[in-house]
């Protein structure tokens, strides 16, 4: 009754959390003109659609598309930057950009951003990719399993477990997700049991893409409970953490992502304490099907 208690209170902050991203619909005009809103009536002549500022009825004949999963004006936006590169020179640095020239001795290359451009001798370029990411996860959904092996530092001294996970991801946009954990642990020790079972919610950043592979971090909070018999501890309390990870798409399996994680968290159950330290060599690996 206490673990129910706990994640319905659990569930509803995310629910609360969560509850302002509501999906918004684009309308692409036959002037190139965008309007991003709530669409909230279709007839035969017209669209009607609320915007952050105001309600506007545009005709049928001035659309264009409408776009439900906010990523046509992705593409439209990627397709004005160009052909964007990646060039790792022989002295080990990088540079992105969007290649202008290229000839036998040299290429120019371009800083999407309007920085600036270099002219770069062919024989001091390493090698080149494309850096266009194809990964589009905008609104999408995943379901999976994480596997994670962490080491719980107590007062008896570090002891390692593992966890199996049943994962629920969402992308609320191009960078930014949702995730809810459900785990069960457990470790023997001598004579002594550790057993874990949490409920986890987290928020994630997408901080880098490189073609199909996204660099992200995030934060968790979540409720635990636990039994150590080395401690003769026996509740449940709330954790908090962080974490870092790596995500990655095959071309073969494109529904599928590939991730290992490293993290830091701390739990409070009853007067106790405890840091938990995800950092071992291969601490943490996750599977996820969108959909």
Excluded at 168 to 180: E, H, W
Excluded at 260 to 269: D, L, M, P, Q, R
Aim: net charge negative; glycine share 10%.
């Amino acid at each position: 009754m206490k673990i129910l208690k706990y994640s319905i209170l659990l569930s509803l902050f995310l629910t609360c959390f969560f509850i302002g991203q509501v999906k918004a619909e684009i309308i692409i005009l036959e002037n190139n003109e965008i309007v991003q809103g709530k669409i909230t009536q279709y007839t035969k002549e017209s669209i009607t659609i609320e915007t952050d500022t105001e309600t506007l009825e545009i005709p049928i004949s001035n659309v264009r598309l409408i776009d439900y999963l906010s990523t046509a004006q992705k593409y439209q936006q990627a397709d004005q930057v160009g052909n964007k590169f990646i060039l790792y020179l022989k002295n080990g640095e990088i540079i992105e950009g969007i290649i202008t020239q290229f000839t036998n001795e040299f290429l120019t290359i371009e800083s999407p951003e309007g920085y600036g451009v270099l002219q770069i001798p062919i024989s001091s370029v390493n090698f080149m990719t494309a850096g266009r990411s194809n990964i589009d996860l905008n609104q999408r959904d995943g379901i999976g399993y994480v596997q994670r092996r962490s080491t719980l530092d107590s007062s008896s001294g570090l002891s390692s477990y593992s966890s199996n996970q049943i994962s629920y991801k969402f992308f609320l946009s191009d960078d930014m997700f949702g995730n809810l954990l459900l785990a069960y642990g457990s470790t023997a020790y001598g004579d002594n049991k550790l057993q874990i079972m949490s409920f986890d919610g987290r928020m994630g950043w997408v901080i880098k893409e490189i073609q199909n592979m996204q660099l992200y971090t995030g934060a968790s909070l979540g409720y635990m409970q636990i039994k150590d018999d080395s401690q003769s501890l026996d509740g449940s309390g709330i954790g908090y953490g962080v974490f870092l990870g790596a995500e990655i798409f095959f071309h073969g399996l494109p529904n599928f992502g590939f991730s290992g994680e490293i993290g830091y968290s701390t739990k409070k159950v009853d007067e106790y304490e405890i840091s938990d330290l995800s950092i071992s060599s291969f601490p943490a690996f996750s599977v996820h099907y969108y959909f």
